[in-house]
Each structure stands twice: as structure tokens, then as C-alpha cells.
């Protein structure tokens, strides 16, 4: 080992021998990066949503819609959070009319169809889905129902309105709840 190196295996080693003895290195080493930015346990779902890259759109709906407080509050909650490629696949122009305020009502609407009043890991979801044959229906806070289902080992979501969303990065642990990253934005019946 050159000397560079033997340096930083002593720092690392160092690292993970004091997390593990404070019980930390779990932490630290549970969370995916998401749109290129650690997600912290100790951070709340808008403390770590604000810096990932792939999230700005949603950011930016939960803020004109008035949902920062509620999803800084204590929770739990998991949170199914379309990227912003999965805002641009709707139709032109639905994203900047939604961020009107007056139609402050429909995207609170659409954005409560993402959120799930429990901190509800992919393996307890995987279970559900088992335990009910396949399919398991999900209520939101926005009152929407979602069909979950698990598909080569990875967990789909069926909206109202017919669309399908694949989670693309699962059991993102935040201190109040999970966010499960999706490919699509899930829509109520209209």
C-alpha cells in the first residue's frame, strides 16, 4: 500500500470503527444518494428533498401548494416522489397551469396522492402486496387508492386514472418517515 493510501485507510478505518461504537455506521451507510445528494435519517423529507437535483419540480409544487409544514411535521410518512423527468412526461403545459394559484386545490390533490400516512418500507409494502395475492391497495392522504404490485423485484404503482409508476430507488429513511423515489407523477380520478 503506497503511503496516500495507507492514510486513508487509517481515516476510514477510524470513521467506521467510531460510528460503529456510537451506533451510527447504519445510518450512514442505509440511504441511497437521490438526484446526486446524501439523504440524511436525521433530516425530515423537505430537509433532504431541497437538494436533490432530480426533485426541483417537486419542490416546487410542494411549496405552491402549501405543503412544506405538513411534510416537516412529525409524520410518519412515506412519500412517493416523482422526479422531475416523471413531471416533464405529462402533457405540455400541465406543470406551469398547476402551479397557478388558483388551481392551488387540484395540485394539493395530486401531490396528498403521493403521500401515505405511515413509514412504510418497500419490504412491508412487498409483504402486503404477498399477503393479499399479488395486489395491495394503498389509500394516501389525498384519498386516492393505489394498486401496489411487485414486479421482478420492484414495486409498481397503478393510479386512479389508469398510469402506472415504477419505484426507481426505495427505502430512502428520513426522520420522519420514507420517500420512495417513482418514475411517473400519480394522478387522482378527474
Known sequence: MRGDDY????????????????????????????????MFE????????????????????????????????KGPFAVFAPTNNA?????????????????????????????????????????????DGGEHDIKTVGGCVLKAKENMGKITLTDEAGGTATVTIADVKQSNGVIHVVDKVLLPKM
Open 7 to 38: 492514510e486513508v485507510f487509517l481515516v476510514v478505518s477510524a470513521v467506521a470503527l467510531v460510528s460503529m461504537m456510537t451506533g451510527s455506521l447504519a445510518a450512514y451507510a442505509a440511504n441511497p444518494k437521490v438526484g446526486g445528494a446524501a
Open 87 to 131: 413531471f416533464d412526461a405529462l402533457p405540455k403545459g400541465t406543470v406551469e397551469r398547476l402551479l397557478k394559484p388558483e388551481n392551488k386545490d387540484k395540485l394539493t390533490k395530486i401531490l396528498t396522492c403521493h403521500v401515505v400516512a405511515a413509514d412504510a418500507m418497500a419490504s412491508t409494502l412487498a409483504g402486503m402486496i404477498k399477503n
Open 42 to 73: 436525521d433530516k425530515n423529507i423537505i430537509e433532504n428533498a431541497v437538494n436533490s437535483k432530480d426533485h426541483t419540480t417537486l419542490v416546487a409544487a410542494v411549496k405552491a401548494a402549501g405543503l412544506v409544514s405538513t411534510l416537516e411535521g
